[in-house]
């Protein structure tokens, strides 16, 4: 029911609801303003974008010394596919860890392209164990990728990426990472931390729109890749080289989500790249999740275990506790949340990346007080 008091909802710059959710995310005024132009593909303007994001991606991994950047249109699912079967041959086997709905997408894909895998699962609140992947690495020599997701979308649980690549690296293998939801935000360093690849989106933490995804792969890795996608759009060697030859996508290329990313990485820039995003979005984190648990809300994980992306709330077993209601009262009030993908618990998830700030985490805080009292829940917290 709608709650009469309301007057007027909050909304962005734009007049749009704040989106706190894992993605698609609330982007600047400037970066929309960004997609109102036309490009031709073969436009050597076009090319120099291209060419300019290529190397400034390359460079936030600090890749530039044997990195190279490979753009695909489509969503981040699209570029994770393309990795895994661009870089894992037919007769190689890639050992997959999982702990979230992400990790088993990246089995769903290697199924579906019958890429040997196998995998290494551990409760989805609970972060992949290196410890195991280094005795199932010592044991099974046939093992010849590890592909893993920095951050799991699915609860905000953080990944141990650098432990994960000492031990890949110790035991000669290749690395593949999803890094769809920590890109631009955390830390990851191609110096310190190995990789053949690693995959990301021009939304979520680099704030563009999304649309486009890309790979950041070391030099000599993708070079051998030539012939494994067994795909003709999804073969990130051939679009490699494309762009290395003329600049030039070898298919329509996303024009207006080029420009938008274009625009979002100087803001990210000016921001103070990597640390200052970071900086941002773990104060907004902090401010949600202290705000949640003083109104009784259970987080999933520990702050140990938490990224400062999308964090995971038990449902309250209060009875009157909907949350198809609490959604559309939150949405009544200018702020769209995400249900809950967990596969043991009942829950919902509330985002702190995109072009918000605690002014707009202190207003989604507000919200649910308001939508509460309207559904008449008093007790926040979980099920026994």
């Not at 293998?173 to 939801?181: C, E, G, N, Y």
């Not at 790249?273 to 104060?283: A, D, K, L, P």
């Not at 507000?366 to 509460?372: F, Y």
């Amino acid at each position: 029911m709608t709650d009469r008091r309301l007057v007027q909802p909050a909304a962005s710059p734009d007049g749009d609801p704040w989106l706190l959710t894992p993605g698609p995310l609330t982007t600047s005024s400037t970066v929309k303003r960004a997609m109102l132009h036309d490009y031709g593909s073969r436009d050597i303007d076009f090319i120099e974008v291209n060419a300019r994001i290529r190397n400034d991606l390359v460079g936030i991994v600090n890749g530039n010394h044997n990195h190279v950047c490979v753009p695909l249109q489509g969503s981040g699912t699209f570029i994770v596919e393309a990795m895994l079967t661009t870089f894992i041959p037919r007769q190689g086997k890639v050992l997959l860890l999982i702990n979230g709905a992400y990790g088993r997408r990246m089995a769903d894909i290697c199924l579906a392209h019958q890429r040997t895998f196998e995998t290494q699962q551990t409760p989805e609140d609970v972060p992949v164990d290196p410890d195991r992947l280094d005795r199932t690495l010592a044991k099974d020599p046939g093992i010849s990728h590890v592909g893993v997701v920095h951050c799991e979308t699915t609860t905000g649980i953080l990944n141990p990426i650098s432990t994960i690549s000492q031990i890949t690296a110790r035991h000669g293998r290749a690395l593949l990472i999803d890094a769809m939801s920590t890109f631009g935000a955390l830390p990851l360093d191609a110096v310190d931390i190995r990789f053949d690849a690693v995959v990301a989106s021009s939304n979520k933490c680099l704030e563009g729109s999304p649309g486009m995804g890309f790979c950041i792969a070391r030099r000599d890795a993708l070079v051998g890749t030539r012939d494994n996608a067994g795909s003709v759009v999804l073969d990130l060697h051939k679009q490699w080289r494309s762009m290395e030859d003329n600049g030039q996508w070898r298919f329509t290329p996303p024009t207006h989500t080029v420009l938008a990313l274009a625009q979002a990485l100087t803001e990210f820039h000016a921001e103070g790249g990597v640390q200052g995003r970071g900086e941002r979005y773990r104060r907004n984190c902090k401010m949600l999740v202290n705000g949640m648990r003083e109104m009784g809300f259970q987080t999933l994980l520990p702050d140990n275990l938490q990224a400062p992306v999308i964090i995971t709330f038990l449902v309250p077993a209060d009875p009157h506790f909907q949350f198809e209601s609490f959604y559309d009262a939150l949405r009544q009030r200018g702020y769209v949340i995400y249900p809950g993908k967990l596969t043991s618990a009942d829950s919902f998830r509330i985002g702190c990346i995109g072009r918000i700030t605690t002014d707009e985490i202190r207003g989604v805080l507000q919200a649910v007080r308001e939508a509460l009292a309207t559904l008449n829940v008093n007790n926040c917290g979980p099920s026994p």
